[in-house]
């Protein structure tokens, strides 16, 4: 079996505003579990950088551990990028994008990456208001690990161990609410019809912006009401745990109206209730999102759609009032005012 991504590709593709095909912006062939949700993410980036005429080269790609954290691979492979330790992503997208504003930074995690391990980063990430698009394909286990609980999961899923999680999950799209987020989104990695949009949205928007899209594990994910996946994991461990085998399983996709619902059966029987927001939906009211959000939690709903946006906030390099230009082609004379000056600084001091 090989990886490599054949290089043909049909001489009369469509190209975009700056002639590039979709060639330009894809990676190297996945290696994610055939079916995972994954994979939807990628070729949605790959999508709406392509609509947007992105160039490749003006883009840097972060993440940290994770099977999310090695989607950057698959996706943009003229860009720059950087693989981080798990958790730590945030604080290398900040001293990136400090000192080379001039890039388009996009963050790919994880539920395990940014809700456990790298919840300090992520919460600073959004109080500087960094400029990023920060994306977190959220299953609710540790896929890499062999499916442990993430601290994301439901309360009352069951794992591949047939054990209840006892915890209430963190809902990352509330928290980054909280803490003031100026842009949040939320999606299913099977509706791609709704991904594309916002993640151009998020690309386009001067600041920390979050899209926390639920992409269920094809191997390892259960959720409430998986009675079914319980009994079935319960009678089966032994054997999967000895062979470790990951069955094809087709990509599970949907589409459905805005401020409607859909029920989504997944490949263990179990059932995710999607809600997406209407047309009509305000998302400049912070305090409105938040109750929508709640009222979502307690109908055990999954809302999806821009959820908020503050479109004045002002962003890391705004608030520490840096110079336009990147801070990394900073010569010796932009920085050095001269012993004039500094014998006048020198002086104030005194």
Excluded at 8 to 27: D, L, M, Q, V
Excluded at 140 to 161: E, F, R, V, W
Excluded at 201 to 217: E, K, R
Excluded at 240 to 251: G, I, K
Aim: net charge neutral; glycine share 8%.
């Amino acid at each position: 079996m090989t990886f490599v991504r054949p290089i043909f590709r049909h001489p009369e593709s469509p190209k975009n505003a700056i002639g590039y095909t979709k060639k330009h912006y894809e990676g190297a062939l996945s290696t994610l579990c055939a079916g995972c949700g994954h994979d939807s993410v990628s070729g949605a980036i790959i999508q709406a950088c392509f609509e947007m005429a992105v160039e490749p080269h003006k883009v840097a790609k972060l993440s940290g551990i994770g099977c999310s954290s090695k989607t950057p691979t698959y996706f943009l492979s003229n860009s720059h990028g950087f693989n981080s330790v798990h958790g730590r992503m945030p604080s290398v997208a900040t001293g990136a994008n400090l000192a080379n504003r001039d890039l388009m930074y996009i963050g790919i995690s994880g539920d395990g990456d940014s809700a456990s391990i790298g919840m300090g980063q992520f919460v600073h990430a959004i109080r500087r208001n960094l400029n990023v698009t920060y994306i977190i394909m959220n299953n609710g286990c540790y896929g890499l690990t062999k499916g442990q609980d993430s601290a994301t999961a439901d309360a009352g899923s069951i794992n591949k161990s047939g054990s209840a999680n006892m915890y209430q999950a963190i809902d990352m799209a509330g928290l980054a609410l909280e803490l003031g987020a100026s842009f949040i989104a939320r999606s299913f990695s099977g509706d791609k019809e709704q991904m594309i949009p916002l993640i151009k949205a998020a690309m386009s928007h001067p600041g920390f912006a979050l899209i926390d899209i639920v992409s269920p594990c094809v191997t390892f994910n259960n959720n409430p009401g998986s009675t079914k996946s319980y009994d079935y994991t319960r009678e089966h461990m032994e054997a999967t745990a000895a062979v470790d085998y990951v069955p094809y399983m087709p990509e599970i996709t949907t589409q459905y109206a805005e401020g409607g619902s859909v029920a989504v059966a997944l490949h263990d029987g179990s059932i995710i209730q999607l809600s997406k927001l209407d047309q009509d939906w305000n998302p400049l009211d912070r305090h409105s999102a938040m109750n929508r959000l709640y009222e979502a939690k307690s109908r055990s709903e999954i809302l999806t759609g821009l959820i908020y946006i503050d479109t004045n906030a002002a962003d890391l390099h705004t608030l520490l009032k840096t110079v336009k230009k990147p801070l990394n082609t900073l010569e010796k004379q932009d920085l050095c005012p001269g012993s004039a000056v500094l014998e006048g600084i020198n002086n104030s001091c005194r």
